[in-house]
Nanobody, 114 residues
Framework: QVNLVESGGGLVQAGGSLTLSCVAS????????MGWYRRAPGKQREMVAT?????YYADSVKGRFTISRDNAKNTVHLQMNSLKPDDTAVYYC??????????WGQGTQVTVSE
């Protein structure tokens, strides 16, 4: 079992920045993929950024968000710059282990005001 703990959400004005962090608690597991998803009010959950051996970004965040990962510490970060009100959502950390089992964090709220 892998527990994911997120931190770093909050309220920020449009144009501002936030950094989200996620730690996978069980170092006994080999984490294949780590990334971030989000669910905005009234919308389905969508991929924001994810890393395996490659890095993927949603088109809506390219050039503004940067994902980084520390494999030794099983952590993943999401640096979010030039935030827009449309980025308002609950952000979820996601991890997939070497057995292709997926895990989700509890979510952290990001609110971007006008």
């Amino acid at each position: 079992q892998v527990n994911l703990v997120e931190s770093g959400g909050g309220l920020v004005q449009a144009g501002g920045s936030l950094t989200l962090s996620c730690v996978a608690s069980n170092n006994a597991f080999v984490i294949n993929e780590m990334g971030w998803y989000r669910r905005a009010p009234g919308k389905q959950r969508e991929m924001v950024a994810t890393m395996t051996s490659r890095t993927y970004y949603a088109d809506s965040v390219k050039g503004r968000f940067t994902i980084s990962r520390d494999n030794a510490k099983n952590t993943v970060h999401l640096q979010m710059n030039s935030l827009k009100p449309d980025d308002t959502a609950v952000y979820y950390c996601y991890a997939e282990d070497s057995e292709l089992v997926g895990y989700w964090g509890q979510g952290t709220q990001v609110t971007v005001s006008e």
